[in-house]
């Protein structure tokens, strides 16, 4: 029987209207489901009742939030071959992507389980006799969680994690076309012995659910990561209103390549950070920056091992890049490729749709030699399309990848401790990889980016207490 995904408000679940269907991306004959939709009024009972339940919940011992986050994230744990499958079937990405991605979520939800008992606090002199001051941390409230569609476990677990560990109730608004896995988690937390209210999930457009969400009176924060106008646009509304925001928004992260590189290891991370996850993460290298010593060479290389990859069915063992995630997106893609042609590009490799055996959104990996200036070398396009450009010397290398409007994540493949230590310091993105693919993160330090790529205190890791607490300063006398 055809799986229905359901809103999760106030500990119950909703239906909502209409019945629309959940797509595979890799077979558009046999969706993955279908899924009700909520309107403005039940996304607002949703913050009302998120509203309801937090002073009780902000105050909880954080040894049940504890015991709470290790259930969810060890239920995660066991189930992530039919978690990954789910997921696979849903936004695209191969089944051991996708099985990785499970498991980091589930072991996100295992750090936060440890984090929920070490809320950090201060204790100094103060500068008045007899005074004492203590700094602690509270819950910032009732959070509003808005997420993208391209890792629809791992980023709803880096936001919904920290927000209930250290006291904050939640509503979490999923992207509209992966319902399926939000629903899969709000079905684990539903049985996990949180209280009433504490965790709901508002199935739904951005313009109806999204804008109910952000434009509630009861909202205390919002977490958001998805493009950059829907990102500003929000923004904007939060600073009307002083809400707190934390904003992850894309990015065009380059990778340089040094003619003293390994070009093997070299050639591993930009077909890793360019293609893998269907090139469709935010710390994708869409830029491959390569010394012309060793530009034609790196090429070459590029354009055999993209021959081997296969593109089709994500379940299948063999294939290498699942689907683009929705035909919205494949069209997006299909006009970058346009564009770089129409700009002057020179493809190198892919360039059309791939045919397999089932109707679905397939793309072959593209890679063209581009110009700084030609578009696809400077917008966010988020496909398995990336541009070569060439670079004199590591100099002219640094100011090609620092010249972007964005500054996430930004790496750089040599064999030199001087050029590696100096580009540490000088790229402008807030992670930095040497001799790694630019995509590809560990689960438990900060994540986040710089210019506008983000807005806001960092995630994950021992930071998201920035972001999910308010500090309050008490002073104590006898
Ligand atoms: O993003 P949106 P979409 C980029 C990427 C991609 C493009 C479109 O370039 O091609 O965004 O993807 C909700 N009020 N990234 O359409 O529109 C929406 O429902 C409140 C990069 O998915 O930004 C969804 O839950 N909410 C990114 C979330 O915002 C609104 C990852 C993101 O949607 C809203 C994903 C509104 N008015 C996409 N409008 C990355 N780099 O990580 C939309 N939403």
Not at 47 to 54: E, I, Q, R, S
Not at 195 to 222: E, Y
Not at 361 to 366: E, K, R, W
Request: proline share 6%; aromatic share 6%; charged share 20%.
């Amino acid at each position: 029987m055809e799986q229905h995904f359901r809103s999760y408000v106030g500990g119950q679940w909703v239906d909502g209207s209409g019945s629309h269907t959940d797509e595979n991306p890799a077979d558009l004959a046999t969706p993955v489901g279908r899924y009700g939709v909520l309107d403005a009024a039940a996304t607002a009972q949703a913050v009302d009742a998120a509203a309801a339940a937090l002073p009780a919940w902000s105050l909880s011992n954080p040894q049940q939030r504890a015991d709470i986050l290790d259930f969810v994230g060890s239920e995660i744990l066991a189930r992530k071959e039919e978690l990954g499958r789910l997921l696979a079937r849903e936004e695209g990405k191969t089944l051991a992507e996708s099985i990785g991605e499970a498991t980091r979520a589930g072991q996100i939800f295992r750090f936060f389980a440890g984090e929920a008992l070490r809320i950090p606090g201060e204790k100094l002199a103060s500068t008045r006799p007899g005074v004492e001051i203590e700094i602690t941390r509270e819950p910032v409230g009732t959070v509003g969680i808005i997420a993208p569609w391209n890792f629809p476990l791992a980023i709803p677990a880096w936001k919904i994690a920290p927000a209930l560990a250290y006291g904050n109730t939640v509503v979490f608004k999923p992207a509209e076309i992966v319902p399926g896995c939000a629903w899969a988690l709000a079905e684990i937390l539903s049985r996990a012995g949180l209280p009433d209210g504490v965790f709901n999930m508002v199935l739904g457009s951005g313009r109806t659910v999204g804008q109910a969400l952000v434009s509630h009176p009861k909202l205390d924060a919002l977490t958001f990561t998805g493009s950059v106008p829907t990102g500003r646009a929000l923004l904007k509304q939060a600073a009307e209103r002083a809400l707190k925001v934390q904003m992850e928004m894309g990015g065009k992260n380059p990778l340089v390549v040094l003619a003293d590189a390994d070009l093997d290891t070299a050639v591993e991370c930009a077909v890793n950070g360019a293609f893998f996850s269907t090139g469709q993460r935010c710390t994708a290298s869409s830029r491959l920056i390569v010394e012309s010593a060793v530009h034609d060479a790196f090429v070459e290389r590029m354009q055999a091992r993209l021959a081997q990859l296969k593109v089709g069915d994500p379940l299948d063992p063999s294939v290498h890049i699942g689907p683009v995630a929705s035909g919205a997106q494949l069209e997006t893609d299909l006009s970058y490729i346009r564009a770089g042609h129409e700009d002057g590009g020179e493809l190198l490799a892919g360039g059309a749709r791939v045919d397999c055996a089932t109707e679905g959104h397939f793309l072959a990996p593209t890679l063209f030699a581009a110009q700084p200036s030609h578009r696809i070398a400077r917008e966010e396009i988020f496909g398995p399309v990336a541009a070569v450009l060439r670079a004199d010397d590591y100099e002219h290398a640094l100011a090609l990848a620092n010249d972007t409007p964005f500054g996430l994540c930004a790496g750089i493949c040599t064999t030199s401790l001087r050029h590696a230590s100096h580009f540490r310091r000088h790229a402008q993105a807030g992670m930095v990889m040497v001799n790694l693919p630019t995509a590809g993160v560990d689960p438990h330090v900060p994540f986040g980016g710089r210019k506008a790529s983000s807005y806001g205190p960092r995630e994950q890791g021992r930071y998201a207490v920035e972001f999910y607490t308010t500090v309050k300063t008490a002073y104590i006398a006898p």
